[in-house]
């Protein structure tokens, strides 16, 4: 099956801990993508990678870094979590760059307590 | 910088009616147009994109017509169906800083 693939589905954890979460794509796509969702449905691009290397970075907080073995996997370490952390983490392909459709996996959803 | 505003959810329809989420944008580009569509529990997907000032972009019975004059993507339905109960995005493609603006989601509900 070809598709983006992320792991966990939900994590629950409490603050100042550090959460590490993985997607894959099978696509065979050349851009990978981290956004956050928040409980209002609103969609923020954090980092986007082209063949291993950071295309976009946004003004997150420094404890997110990605991180990028190869093409089709890029991870997302939260190094010390905040209560406002709490979100669901969409991870998204495309061929190309950007103006290419995205591909997103279904979403790991970060609670704080 | 470049912006993206939809009409404000969540809105709730009857089966069967028409459907219009308004979506403005700016900018000072000619940028690619999309609407991406978000089921429960899944990831957004792409609806349609539209590359082109005054070209109509479909899909699925949903279309949206690329306004340059007026800086519009509205989204329309002829008639929805409770399988359309979703979140949609209007979004625009940002070329000098290399990403996706998205508006802020327009949650739609369709009763039977």
């Known amino acids: 099956e070809t598709a983006v693939f992320q792991t966990p589905n939900y994590h629950v954890t409490q603050v100042g801990n550090e959460v590490s979460f993985n997607c894959k794509q099978t696509?065979?796509?050349?851009?990978m993508y981290w956004y956050k969702q928040d409980s209002k449905k609103l969609l923020k691009i954090m980092f986007s990678?082209?063949?291993?290397?950071?295309?976009v970075n946004e003004t997150v907080p420094r404890r997110f870094s990605p991180q990028s073995s190869d093409k089709a996997h890029l991870n997302l370490r939260i190094k010390s979590v905040e209560p406002e952390d709490s979100a669901v983490y969409l991870c998204?392909?495309?061929?190309?760059?950007?103006?290419?459709?995205?591909?997103f996996g279904p979403g790991t959803r970060l609670t704080v307590l | 910088g470049d912006s993206v505003t939809q009409t404000e959810g969540p809105v709730t329809l009857s089966e069967g009616t028409s459907l219009t989420v308004n979506c403005s944008y700016e900018?000072?580009?000619?940028?690619?147009l999309f609407w991406y569509v978000q089921y429960p529990g899944e990831g957004p997907q792409l609806l349609f994109k539209?590359?082109?000032?005054?070209e109509k972009g479909s899909n699925r019975g949903f279309e949206a017509t690329y306004n340059k004059e007026a800086t519009s993507f509205h989204l329309q339905k002829a008639s929805v169906q409770e399988s359309d109960s979703a979140v949609y995005y209007c979004?625009?493609?940002?070329?000098?800083?290399?990403?996706?603006?998205f508006g802020q989601g327009t949650k739609l509900s369709i009763k039977p």
């Open positions: 990678y082209n063949n291993k290397q950071l295309i």
């Open positions: 979004a625009l493609s940002d070329y000098n800083q290399g990403k996706l603006i």
């Open positions: 696509l065979g796509h050349d851009t």
């Open positions: 998204a392909s495309s061929l190309r760059d950007w103006a290419y459709e995205q591909y």
């Open positions: 539209v590359p082109k000032a005054n």
């Open positions: 900018t000072k580009q000619y940028p690619t």
